[in-house]
């Protein structure tokens, strides 16, 4: 069964915090992990990309996924305002054909308070 | 840098009536999707295309729904009878050829179409 948990929150952190948000996956044909933000009634903006287990670091954003333990995380250093914004994780498989929709977990809420 | 555009942004129509919404995909890119998303719930995926046909679809995805390239450079899903249950954000997104490992498959989202059937 195809399906991604995330925990809703909100998360209320304040400024300067490290954040960690996290998903946890059923399905062990996912591959490809993502994060994405999405503000209030605007689309999902990709932020990070990770395929297989481990680390991938961006700037003040570091995704880790654990493929043993169907973990996906996302880490925010030095949290901002601006940082406010549901994160919606994604999957996906591989079919071979590249057209695989993504599954996305329902998204947290985080808050980044001034 | 370039992106995936949508029209409408917003799509008031009566239950019955037939609507079709609009992308313009990132121009070198070769997949396309539509996906929705109802307030509160979770975005979820409708259907895929590529080399003008359908390659996936979803459960949500039944007769009522169609999707068209009817040019270079236009993306549209037509919802024949609407109903009111299909009030939600439409988002459109595109991406270029996959290859394995590679992150040149990440799918880019439009601002979305907030379609409200009354």
């Known amino acids: 069964q195809k399906e991604v948990e995330q925990d809703p929150g909100p998360l209320s952190v304040p400024e300067g915090a490290i954040v960690s948000l996290n998903c946890t996956y059923s399905?062990?044909?996912?591959?490809?992990f993502m994060w994405y933000r999405q503000y209030s009634r605007k689309g999902p903006e990709l932020l990070m990309y990770?395929?297989?287990?481990g680390n991938k670091e961006d700037g003040r954003f570091t995704a880790q996924v654990d493929k043993s333990s169907k973990y996906i995380s996302l880490f925010i250093r030095d949290s901002q305002p601006s940082d406010s914004a549901t994160y919606l994780c994604?999957?996906?498989?591989?079919?071979?054909?590249?057209?695989?929709?993504?599954?996305f977990g329902k998204g947290t809420h985080l808050i980044i308070q001034p | 840098e370039p992106e995936v555009t949508q029209t409408p942004s917003h799509q008031v129509t009566q239950m019955g009536q037939e609507v079709i919404l609009r992308c313009v995909p990132i121009?070198?890119?070769?997949?396309f999707y539509w996906y929705r998303q109802i307030l509160g719930q979770k975005v979820e995926f409708l259907v895929s295309?590529?080399?003008?046909?359908?390659?996936?679809k979803s459960e949500i995805f039944d007769d009522q729904f169609s999707v068209e390239r009817p040019d270079g450079s236009n993306f549209t899903l037509k919802i024949r009878s609407t109903k009111l249950e299909d009030s939600a954000m439409y988002f459109c997104?595109?991406?270029?050829?996959?290859?394995?490992?590679?992150?040149?498959?990440?799918?880019?989202f439009g601002p979305g179409t907030r379609l409200t059937v009354l």
């Open positions: 994604a999957t996906r498989g591989y079919s071979g054909g590249g057209a695989d929709g993504l599954t």
């Open positions: 399905n062990s044909a996912f591959q490809y």
């Open positions: 990770t395929y297989s287990s």
């Open positions: 121009s070198n890119h070769l997949y």
């Open positions: 295309f590529y080399n003008n046909e359908i390659s996936e």
């Open positions: 997104a595109s991406s270029d050829i996959p290859m394995a490992s590679r992150s040149t498959d990440t799918q880019y």
